[in-house]
Nanobody, 125 residues
Framework: VQLQASGGGPMQTGGYLRLSCAASGVTFGDYAMGWFRQAPGKEREFVAAISTSVGSSYYADSVKGRFTISRDNAKNTVYLQMNSLKPEDAAVYYC???????????????????WGQGTLVTVSS
């Protein structure tokens, strides 16, 4: 199983960016997908998650209204559209996959079985 995250880069405050995460070696439709991030010196934190392509999505309060998670099951890819970027959004962003059947809180990292390598987003003021 491989999750390949891409799309990170340097941005300015107020800018926008779209991250992608392509999955291989897994039945993509059987998994909910999430994005987490980790800034230097901080713990990894939940950003957003999506169940099925027409299912529910969940967001951290810090990104609600600015970020949008979506998925394309035909392309085995999940996206994170990030708008109105702030300096505090700067981090390494990781995509992750968890079984759809797994209940519980979407923001917990534990249930996510597979993780991508991360893509770096920097935001300058």
């Amino acid at each position: 199983v491989q999750l390949q995250a891409s799309g990170g880069g340097p941005m300015q405050t107020g800018g926008y960016l779209r991250l992608s995460c392509a999955a291989s070696g897994v039945t993509f439709g059987d998994y909910a997908m999430g994005w987490f991030r980790q800034a230097p010196g901080k713990e990894r934190e939940f950003v957003a998650a999506i169940s099925t392509s027409v299912g529910s999505s969940y967001y951290a309060d810090s990104v609600k209204g600015r970020f949008t998670i979506s998925r394309d099951n035909a392309k085995n890819t999940v996206y994170l559209q990030m708008n109105s970027l702030k300096p505090e959004d700067a981090a390494v962003y990781y995509c992750a996959a968890r079984p759809l059947w797994y209940g519980g809180t979407w923001s917990l990292a534990g249930p996510y079985e597979y993780w991508g390598q991360g893509t770096l987003v920097t935001v300058s003021s």
